[in-house]
């Protein structure tokens, strides 16, 4: 008898975890126990990381510590440069990809599986990961790569390097808080493709790349950007009835309209609340309010015709719009914050580890197949 309840293991419970806790029927999303309405109101990414790595929060002194770290892992190698513009330009992903694993190269610990190396790596490999995305932007933008300034945080350091401009308090706080909201989401396709990779005892950065490889499929990364196409299909200048009934046309052609509904959540993702109060106030404060006014008439639409709430897609795309950023970049982006929950969950996949080697149900031709050799077929 078949004991596989649902494609795609839907609601299949793989492993235990003391990282994230969902709730999809209540809109709840924790970290390591902390709400994330309380993380993103008062924390910062940095912190963040911490509580992922070590599970609590850290003292003043330890996120001293963990900053000045990260400081010292955001410069990348001059070799990773010098193949960054030797790959052919279009596809961030494939590029962020590519040079993730090269980064194992010029990492001296890179065969180190010791806990005191995996940590030091996740550290390196978060502080890289952002290095590496501002970079493929400045070069994919025809500019040279922004060394990082010391003084700066995770959130403005990254918009410095990418825009060559110093982020003001909003800005810095708008990104700081995307984020944190996207740092972990349970065994989402990308940290189960890392935890797989963990659990055969391969390296950190290999695992990075499995997870990347993974957040690159068009069902697992990407919808901001879909909802930013979106956004400028219809226009900042369009009249408010156009965005209305271009989403009530789609709608009538059967296509899916990006940046709604989840898989785990069936009330308001409660990353999306934050996003859409960022959007808000980003958009108000740069001028450029059109894109989250016409975001909340889409978004009333859907929930009139189809009672769907947005996705902590939804909200991040004008988010990051407004902020300066490519579309092509908005997946990267994301792995520049869940690096950290990936790291996290290979941590804890190395801490207690078994080989994850499941069974498929077999529905080929019935077995025994009669055997005929070549000459008689």
Known sequence: ???LAKAGLEDIVATSSAICYLDGARGVLAYCGYDIHDLARHSTFEEVCFLLWQRRLPSRAELGDLQSQLVAARPLPEAIIRLM?????GNSMDALRTLTSALAHYDPDANDNSPQANVRKAVQLTAQTASLVAAIGRINAGAAPIQPDPVLSHAANFLYMLTGERPDALATRAFDV????????ELNASTFAARVAAATLSDLH????????????PLHGGANADVMRLLLEIGPGAAPEK???????KLA????????GHRVYTTEDPRATHLREMSREIGRRSGQPAWYEMSQRIEAVMKAEKKLNPN??????STYYVLGIAVDLFTPIFAVSRISGWTAHVLEQFAHNRLIRPRAEY???EYPQRYVPLEGR
Do not use: N
């Not at 995307?178 to 989401?185: E, G, R």
């Not at 052609?253 to 709604?260: N, S, T």
């Open 1 to 3: 008898m078949s004991t």
């Open 85 to 89: 513009r030797s790959l052919p330009q």
């Open 178 to 185: 995307a984020l944190i909201l996207h740092a972990d989401h």
């Open 206 to 217: 290999s695992t990075i790349v499995a997870a990347i490889g993974t957040l690159k499929g």
């Open 243 to 249: 965005a209305e009934d271009a989403v009530r046309a």
């Open 253 to 260: 052609r059967k296509e899916k309209i990006p940046g709604f």
């Open 312 to 317: 902590v897609d939804f909200y991040s795309a």
């Open 363 to 365: 529905v080929g031709p």
